[in-house]
């Protein structure tokens, strides 16, 4: 742990003389307060900046709190507890600081875009969606044009914002509907699907390996809700597989793997998108879904290994098709942006790569030298 004294902004005097304690610090005492103030604000801003630059995010909290704080040092304070908190075991602690802080200069930052901005940020980390995209909203009216990097990143929040939002109104399938997917998969799939987790309200299942198929088999519940039209104006909408190594556990004592977090992640973007979702859709991450791997991509295909009757489920209004989630590498998602997903399937069968089950390790088919 740090130990850093309480930085006290030097008092300025009457006489304009020095004292024995400004001596010892080291401060030179100038005519005018202001003068004082701004010197030692500098110089701590320059310190703040040079940690930022290390990445030691918790000595900036330590010293900041430890110092004599305006408008400006607050907000660099509040801006760090909303990194760390996002990063921490207990992210409520630090929001809460930081909200304290930012009640105390209420008056300051009514329009003030990076007060409004990270006011909206605290309320999206607590899950307060609605609440957030007020306070992004109020944000963009005072972002100043000379602060492009503030602009970016109030739209990647407030798009995550819709995205999170859109996900909690999804309504998800009805009883009857959900019943007759479930038997779909248990008639199809070779095993009874067990229920695991939630994305708003589409269930994840997985189906265990069994004697037809010797892999799991995670699956959505609720995604074919969407209500989709094809062109030719016609109900079709989907639900979503994800074939796994046979080792693969859905329930990780230590943390969630990326293989959940990524099917989570393109299920928010599927409900999220305005746009028809069927064969061949393409997702592309802005960053690899974990740290531990370089897929950034995925695309949407037919179930390999299953037969043409476990591959879609029709019912009166509209027919729901079975797709399977195929994770991309850097590579590969380039290529399919560039052709179609039936010539990007090419690749894996000339290069001999099974796409079921899902294997983290397999080779990227388009890195070749050509």
């Known amino acids: 742990m740090w130990n850093f004294q309480r930085r006290a902004f030097p008092t300025f005097l009457k006489q304009n003389t020095f004292t024995k304690a400004s001596v010892n610090r080291g401060f030179f005492v100038r005519k005018t307060m202001a003068d004082d103030f701004l010197t030692y604000k500098n110089n701590l801003l320059e310190e703040i900046n040079n940690l930022y630059k290390e990445g030691d995010l918790f000595k900036v909290i330590c010293l900041l709190e430890n110092s004599e704080l305006d408008f400006e040092l607050c907000l660099q304070l509040v801006r760090t507890y909303i990194n760390v908190a996002r990063q921490s075991g207990d992210p409520y602690t630090l929001l809460s600081k930081a909200q304290t802080l930012l009640d105390k200069f209420s008056k300051e930052g009514h329009e003030n875009a990076y007060y409004q901005f990270y006011q909206g940020c605290i309320l999206f980390n607590q899950g307060l969606i609605n609440d957030s995209l007020v ?7 005072f972002v100043p044009a000379s602060d492009p990097r503030l602009l970016n990143n109030l739209m ?19 009883e009857e509907i959900e019943a007759k997917i479930l038997k779909h998969y248990e008639e199809n799939f070779g095993g009874v699907p067990t229920y695991f987790a939630k994305v708003g309200q589409v269930k994840l299942y997985v189906i265990i390996p069994n004697a037809e198929y010797d892999f799991n088999m995670m699956v959505t519940v609720g995604l074919s ?7 030719d104006n016609q109900g079709e909408d989907l639900e979503l597989c994800f074939p796994l190594d046979k080792d693969f556990q859905t329930h990780d004592p230590t943390e969630v793997p990326f293989e959940i977090s990524m099917f989570k992640e393109v299920i928010e973007n599927i409900i999220y998108q305005d746009s028809f979702v069927g064969f061949g859709y393409c997702f592309e ?19 390999g290994e299953y037969p043409v ?12 098709n079975f797709l399977q989630m195929i994770p991309l590498r850097p590579l590969e998602l380039n290529f399919r942006k560039q052709h179609t997903a039936l010539e990007l399937l090419e ?3 000339n290069h001999h790569v099974a796409l079921t089950p899902f294997i983290k390790t397999r080779i990227d088919v388009c890195n070749q030298i050509v």
């Open 135 to 141: 306070r992004f909203e109020q944000a963009l009216k």
């Open 156 to 174: 990647i929040y407030k798009q995550l914002a819709l995205k999170n939002q859109k996900v909690a109104n999804f309504k998800g399938c009805s």
């Open 225 to 231: 809700s969407k209500n989709q039209l094809n062109k």
């Open 285 to 303: 991450n802005d960053r690899s879904f974990s740290k531990a791997t370089a897929f950034n991509g995925v695309m949407l295909t037919a179930i």
């Open 309 to 320: 009757e476990a591959q879609s489920l029709t019912l009166e209004d509209k027919t729901i």
């Open 347 to 349: 690749q894996f069968e």
